[in-house]
């Protein structure tokens, strides 16, 4: 239903969910690499990227928007 050329986001709630992805994984790069993490806070962050991909996952399926 929603056919993006390559490299192009067609739906703003895709770009949106996919920002907030992208947003998570780097917030998590950046502490494991600048600071010691005790195991809840890295359990913390993994989970945060995981239910944004999960979220990111959900709405594509839902809403049949997709990359390329
Ligand atoms: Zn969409």
Same mark, same amino acid.
């Given at each position: 239903?929603? !056919? !993006?050329?390559?490299?192009?986001?067609?739906? !703003? +709630? %895709?770009? =949106?969910?996919? +920002?907030?992805?992208?947003?998570?994984?780097?917030?998590?790069?950046?502490? /494991?690499?600048?600071?010691?993490?005790?195991? /809840?806070?890295?359990? =913390?962050?993994?989970?945060?990227?995981?239910?944004?991909?999960?979220? /990111?996952?959900?709405?594509?399926?839902? %809403?049949?928007?997709?990359?390329?």
């Amino acid at each position: 239903m929603c !056919s !993006s050329p390559a490299h192009a986001i067609c739906c !703003s +709630e %895709h770009a =949106r969910l996919e +920002e907030e992805y992208i947003a998570a994984r780097d917030r998590m790069r950046n502490l /494991l690499r600048f600071r010691q993490l005790t195991r /809840l806070e890295q359990r =913390r962050l993994a989970d945060e990227v995981a239910m944004a991909i999960a979220r /990111l996952k959900e709405h594509t399926a839902a %809403h049949g928007c997709e990359r390329r």
